[in-house]
Structure formats: structure tokens, C-alpha cells
């Protein structure tokens, strides 16, 4: 009980702290020339990470799982997301955001996790989905919501973002 505590308590901050940065940046875009694609399903992330916290939650609550055997691993894989998500928010300073905003020829970021990965923002928030809750032994909702995830974003959210910035990123630059 008490992980779970500090787990959800950990979680909830750092989420309530990236969507403040993410509104600021969002207004500094939109007042530089931004503009945001794909609003229409922004909401969809939004319950999926408010549903993947309260199943986490009840999971650990009625099932009271023992904390699994293997979870140095999870935690590992957990600082490795967290360390790969800031890494991520750095290298794109004010560009980051948890919407797709888009500036008029704008050149696609090449330092820091984006000169090895196209979107390390992502592949920092799967692992979190995954390991965060098996850390708590919560297996079915880090099944659930890695799928639900995994479909959000290879369906929607990724394909959304690079139609995006197909037009608008200047190329060789």
C-alpha cells in the first residue's frame, strides 16, 4: 500500500507538472506562430492516462499482488523512461509539448534522444505504461493499457504528427 502511494503520488505530480509546461509552451507557440494539428483526439490521451492511473490504483487495491521478484528490472526500465523523457522535453525546449504544434518551416530536431530515435517521448511513455505498473505487480492493467497505448499512438497520434510535419519541416537544413 504504501508503494502505491508513493508510486501514484510520484505519477501524478510528474503528469500534473508536464501538462503546465505543456500549456506554457503551448501558449508561447501559438503566440510565435504555431499551429496545433489534430486537436480531435488529444482527449482520447488524456482518459487513457487518467484510466491507466485508476486501474493501476484498483488493481493494487483488490488484488493486493506481493511486489514481483523481478522488480529491479521494472524500476530500471522506469528510470531509463524517465531519463529518456526528459532528455526528450530538453532537446526540444519550447517545442515540447503533449499536443502536435507546428511552426512554419521548421527543421526536425537532431540533438540529444532524437539523433537515435524519431519519437523518444514515446518510447519513454511505453515503457512507463508497461513498467510502472508491473513494479506494482498490476499485470492486467499494464497489458491493457500498453495495448490501448500501443494502438493510440501507432494509429492515431504518430501518423497524425508526421503528416503534420511533412509539409512544414524543411528538409537538409
Known amino acids: 500500500m504504501t508503494l502505491l502511494v508513493l508510486v501514484l503520488t510520484i505519477v501524478i505530480a510528474q503528469r500534473l507538472s508536464e501538462l503546465v509546461l505543456a500549456r506554457r509552451n503551448y501558449r508561447w507557440?501559438?503566440?510565435?506562430?504555431?499551429?496545433?494539428y489534430s486537436a480531435d483526439h488529444y482527449w482520447l490521451f488524456?482518459?487513457?492516462?487518467?484510466?491507466?492511473?485508476?486501474s493501476m490504483a484498483l488493481e493494487s487495491l483488490i488484488r493486493q499482488p506481493p511486489v514481483p521478484t523481478w522488480w529491479p528490472i521494472f524500476l530500471t526500465l522506469i528510470v531509463v523512461a524517465q531519463v529518456l523523457r526528459y532528455w526528450a522535453i530538453t532537446a526540444l525546449g519550447r517545442y515540447w509539448n503533449t499536443r502536435i504544434v507546428i511552426f512554419d518551416r521548421m527543421t526536425r530536431v537532431q540533438s540529444g534522444p532524437y539523433r537515435y530515435l524519431?519519437?523518444?517521448?514515446?518510447?519513454?511513455?511505453?515503457?512507463?505504461?508497461?513498467?510502472?505498473?508491473?513494479?506494482?505487480?498490476?499485470?492486467?492493467?499494464?497489458?491493457?493499457?500498453?495495448?490501448?497505448?500501443?494502438?493510440?499512438?501507432l494509429l492515431i497520434r504518430i501518423p497524425a504528427e508526421e503528416r503534420a510535419l511533412k509539409d512544414r519541416v524543411v528538409r537538409g537544413e
Not at 29 to 36: I, K
Not at 46 to 54: T, Y
Request: net charge negative; aromatic share 10%; charged share 5%.
Open 118 to 153: 524519431r519519437h523518444p517521448n514515446y518510447v519513454a511513455v511505453v515503457l512507463e505504461i508497461a513498467a510502472i505498473p508491473a513494479l506494482l505487480g498490476a499485470w492486467y492493467t499494464a497489458l491493457l493499457f500498453s495495448i490501448a497505448n500501443g494502438a493510440l499512438l
Open 29 to 36: 507557440a501559438m503566440h510565435h506562430g504555431g499551429t496545433e
Open 46 to 54: 488524456v482518459v487513457l492516462h487518467s484510466l491507466w492511473m485508476a
